[in-house]
């Protein structure tokens, strides 16, 4: 049986499953294409930057939905050896 009652500190910390992890990825590179456009030094048109801003917002909450799923087996395994 699985103990589901974990806290958000011990979710962030436990095995991430792989497809997870790939979306974090994408999430946390989406949102360093949106701050790069958003910050940078040109004037730019508003549209980009309206763009720019909902992209750094998609991306951090993709990254941080997927980091907090857990991967049930390896953090029984995990837990098995004591780590």
Same mark, same amino acid.
């Not at 095995?15 to 910050?39: A, C, D, E, Q, S």
């Not at 508003?46 to 939905?65: C, E, K, P």
């Given at each position: 049986?699985?103990?589901?009652?974990?806290?958000?500190?011990?979710?962030?910390?436990?095995?991430?499953?792989?497809?997870?992890?790939?979306?974090?990825?994408?999430?946390?590179?989406?949102?360093?294409?949106?701050?790069?456009?958003? %910050? !940078? *030094? &040109?004037?730019?048109? /508003? @549209?980009?930057? $309206?763009?720019?801003?909902?992209?750094? %917002? !998609? *991306? &951090?909450?993709?990254? /941080? @939905?997927?980091? $907090?799923?857990?991967?049930?087996?390896?953090?029984?395994?995990?837990?098995?050896?004591?780590?």
């Amino acid at each position: 049986m699985q103990n589901t009652d974990l806290n958000v500190l011990e979710r962030v910390k436990a095995p991430t499953p792989k497809f997870f992890r790939v979306i974090r990825n994408v999430g946390l590179v989406l949102g360093m294409v949106g701050t790069t456009i958003f %910050t !940078a *030094g &040109a004037a730019l048109p /508003v @549209v980009v930057t $309206t763009i720019a801003g909902y992209m750094v %917002t !998609a *991306g &951090a909450v993709a990254a /941080v @939905v997927s980091q $907090t799923t857990v991967d049930w087996k390896a953090y029984e395994r995990q837990q098995f050896r004591g780590i």
